[in-house]
């Protein structure tokens, strides 16, 4: 594409300009990536560990469905696995000690419910999408044309 006289930049005046753009692009990534690290996931963190060290029943129990970082040793919070719980391993006792958590390559592990940071969001259940009813169209009955009736008779 040429430059023309109508061109509000020049090429120069556009390629400083992306630059420019990029940079505060990346700058503010940057900024979100430190908060997430640094306060979000220290906040959920230490939520998960007071309600666990409260013993209360009032501690929300796992569900199928919720979303959950996975903690483990020897890798910094930012790089911690998320999982969704598919299946919940009760005691004899009925309480909650470990759940099956379905990673992102698919493999179901079972881990503590210690070991798991619940997020703040819950995967929408397919199965409920696909049981709902659809709105559709009605369906359009139309009467045979009556030329077709005369040309195939």
């Known amino acids: 594409m040429a430059v023309t006289s109508r061109d509000p930049f020049t090429v120069t005046e556009s390629q400083e300009f992306l630059v420019c753009q990029y940079s505060l692009l990346r700058d503010s990534l940057k900024t979100f990536w430190e908060l997430w690290h640094k306060e979000y996931l220290q906040a959920l963190a230490e939520r998960s560990q007071i309600r666990s060290a409260k013993q209360q029943s009032a501690a929300r129990q796992p569900h199928v469905g919720d979303v959950v970082l996975i903690q483990t040793d020897n890798t910094s919070r930012s790089n911690w696995p998320l999982g969704l719980i598919v299946k919940i391993n009760s005691s004899a006792d009925g309480s909650v000690r ?56």
Do not use: H, M, W, Y
Not at 115 to 124: D, G, H, R, S, W
């Open 98 to 153: 470990s759940v099956g958590v379905k990673t992102g390559k698919n493999k179901v592990l079972d881990r503590s419910v210690n070991q798991l940071i619940p997020l703040e969001v819950v995967a929408e259940d397919t199965t409920l999408v696909k049981t709902k009813k659809q709105p559709g169209t009605p369906t359009r009955i139309q009467p045979p044309r009556k030329a077709k009736k005369t040309f195939i008779r």
